[in-house]
């Protein structure tokens, strides 16, 4: 896009590498661009990972420290749980790209990547009655300050040394549900990480989020 157009539109694309297939978000329509496999579509809703609810700043590195941040997904209503809170989606690259948007409406040009980065842990959330999957980011430079990639603090890689054993699973403090009913712990119960089960709200699928705000 010239600098002599009436207008300059920007547009961020989002392409996380899922165990089961490319997830391609966009922060506004259809937008095509090549991320070095071939053309492909990047829309504001994917089938599993539904939308972007939330994008949490980046966090530049300083020193011996690189940069991270979080997104927050609010999955798809028709997808299955486990499609996408799972412990194999750790380790998956993420990648963002801001561009211009180029005069036919959809192609993204002149784009920057500004972040590249790997799926760190994953948290399954709920606000207003609805999941959400926080997933939070490390950057692939991360690596550089490993002695063995993938020793990590993870139920990921707790389970490559001990196949199938799932203590780690207890261990992130993370939130539990409950359906409601009897079996639900008492108030003022000393187990940490219970929930009530939400609000009981029926889930929408809108509230894509505009990654950097423009």
Request: proline share 3%; with cysteine; hydrophobic share 40%.
């Amino acid at each position: 896009m010239a600098v002599t157009d009436t207008a300059i539109t920007l547009g961020a694309i989002l392409l996380l590498e899922a165990p089961d297939g490319d997830v391609l978000l966009s922060d506004g329509g259809i937008v095509k661009f090549d991320p070095g496999t071939g053309t492909a579509n990047f829309d504001v809703f994917d089938d599993v990972f539904g939308t972007v609810a939330d994008f949490e700043a980046f966090e530049t590195g300083v020193g011996d420290m690189v940069e991270g941040g979080s997104i927050t997904f609010q999955p798809a209503f028709a997808a299955d749980v486990a499609d996408w809170w799972r412990t194999d989606l750790e380790g998956s690259r993420l990648r963002i790209w801001m561009g211009e948007i180029a005069s036919d409406g959809v192609t993204l040009e002149d784009e920057e990547l500004v972040a590249d980065w790997l799926v760190d842990t994953a948290h399954r959330e709920q606000s207003a009655g609805q999941d959400l999957l926080r997933v939070e980011f490390m950057s692939r430079l991360e690596k550089l300050f490993e002695v063995s990639q993938g020793n990590v603090c993870s139920d990921r890689f707790h389970q490559s040394i001990w196949s199938g054993e799932r203590g780690f699973e207890n261990c992130h403090d993370g939130p539990q549900y409950f359906a409601w009913g009897t079996d639900n712990p008492p108030a003022g119960s000393t187990q940490r990480g219970g929930s009530g089960g939400g609000n009981g709200g029926a889930r929408g699928e809108g509230g894509v989020v505009n990654f950097f705000g423009f």
